[in-house]
């Protein structure tokens, strides 16, 4: 079964310094990995995904990801972390057996300090 | 272009009592879908729709029924709501090929608590 694992429940950068959120995969067949962000009260933005390709993809507001194959990982990263960066972020895989469904994991919160 | 939009932002209901939850998207999208958000728990599929008349289980259905009225609306209801059924709830819709393929859109939620 697909499934993906975020290990760090909270992750604090201070304003300027660079972040990476982790993801980790694991899946049958080629992964489709997502990351989305949450902000307090509002529902799931997304940001960006990995069908195939190059193994970094660029999102939105200057967030990337880094897709390794061997390490079955899907790190986010941002050069420059933000105060408005500040939000719950998920990671997801694509359920390869349904229509499209995504499996998400549990999140993680990004606290950035001036 | 509104997007996803969900209806009501916000409901309390008695153990028993029954309601619906609203979803509409106006971006012509086959897929839809409905989550629901619990604290540490990340979201957790209820039921989607691949496409218009038809609907399938996700990972926590029991205590909820569907209905995919048209290619727009996918509505979200409790028979009989338990305190379980506190949660946040989450309307998403998606479309099927493209470059935007499996890109989920999301509503503002529902925030429902049982008492």
């Known amino acids: 079964a697909q499934s993906v694992a975020q290990p760090e429940d909270q992750v604090n950068v201070a304003e300027g310094n660079p972040l990476t959120v982790k993801c980790t995969y694991s899946?049958?067949?080629?992964?489709?990995l997502f990351w989305y962000v949450q902000y307090p009260n509002r529902g799931l933005q997304f940001l960006l995904k990995?069908?195939?390709?190059?193994?970094l993809v660029k999102g939105s507001y200057g967030f990337e990801a880094e897709f390794n194959k061997s390490q079955t990982s899907f790190h986010l990263k941002k050069p420059s972390a933000l105060v408005s960066d500040s939000a719950l972020y998920f990671c997801?895989?694509?359920?390869?057996?349904?229509?499209?469904?995504?499996?998400f994991g549990k999140g993680t919160k990004l606290s950035v300090k001036p | 272009n509104a997007g996803v939009t969900q209806t009501p932002k916000f409901q309390v209901l008695k153990t028993g009592q029954s309601m619906t939850l609203q979803c509409a998207q106006d971006?012509?999208?086959?897929?839809m879908y409905w989550y629901r958000q619990d604290p540490g728990m990340g979201l957790r599929l209820i039921y989607y729709?691949?496409?218009?008349?038809?609907?399938d289980k996700g990972e926590v259905p029991n205590g909820y029924n569907v209905s995919r009225l048209n290619k727009r609306e996918f509505s979200l209801r409790l028979e009989s709501a338990a305190p379980s059924q506190t949660s946040v709830y989450f309307c998403?819709?998606?479309?099927?090929?493209?470059?935007?393929?499996?890109?989920?859109?999301f509503g503002p939620g529902t925030r429902l608590t049982v008492t």
């Open positions: 990995y069908i195939t390709g190059d193994n």
């Open positions: 997801a895989v694509r359920d390869g057996g349904s229509q499209g469904n995504l499996i």
């Open positions: 971006m012509n999208h086959n897929s």
């Open positions: 729709s691949a496409s218009e008349g038809t609907t």
């Open positions: 998403a819709s998606s479309e099927q090929g493209g470059v935007r393929e499996w890109e989920q859109y």
């Open positions: 899946v049958s067949g080629n992964p489709y």
